[in-house]
């Protein structure tokens, strides 16, 4: 069907201007950016951060984790990102005083269901390579190891706004993994 390039029913208008180069496009739309039938609505974008520090003679942690979703409608936030760890551990022992450096990077996804304005539960399968470092200070004796370790959190708790508070736990419960064994929040 022939239809007039000024028509407002045109889909394809201010697309291109008469010498066929493209025309400045809204910075708040991204319309079709994904192909025929998909639309990226940026207002949908969520980001956010894990972000801890400790620090102290016998233990010193620190982690940072970016993080970044869309809400794919009102009940679903689905979304990927990124964590490092960094945990050192000092341990007086019968005649031994080892230190103990583990470090962690890892990718993960998520998703949160909202059943409720102020409800929220939530998956985060991820899998983090680790490399560890354990010396004991009065031998001398030092070893190093790395490897795989996955982690399943599920969780559930409060939403309010743009922030949650959740009751988490690892199903994988791997022994090296960054998270408690219990339940945490």
């Known amino acids: 069907i022939r239809v007039s390039p000024d028509d407002e029913r045109n889909i394809h208008r201010n697309q291109y201007s008469n010498d066929r180069n493209p025309v400045n496009r809204s910075s708040e739309s991204y319309r079709n950016v994904l192909g025929t039938g998909y639309d990226l609505d940026v207002k949908k974008l969520r980001y956010g951060l894990d972000f801890g520090i400790y620090f102290s003679k016998n233990y010193s942690s620190f982690s940072f984790g970016p993080q970044m979703g869309y809400m794919v409608n009102d009940q679903l ?22 230190v103990y450096k583990n470090n962690m990077l890892g990718i993960n996804a998520f998703g949160y269901f909202y059943p409720s304005t102020y409800t929220a539960v939530f998956v985060q399968p991820e899998i983090n390579h680790m490399w560890s470092y354990r010396k004991d200070e009065v031998s001398g004796d030092e070893r190093r190891n790395s490897g795989f370790v996955p982690s399943f959190l599920v969780g559930g708790g409060l939403r309010f706004g743009l922030t949650h508070i959740t009751l988490n736990y690892d199903l994988a419960r791997h022994r090296n993994s960054p998270y408690s064994r219990g339940l945490f929040f």
Do not use: D, H, P
């Not at 936030?77 to 080892?98: F, P």
């Open 77 to 98: 936030l689905v979304g990927a990102g990124t964590k490092y760890y960094y945990y050192k551990t000092r341990v007086y022992q019968y005649e031994e005083e080892v």
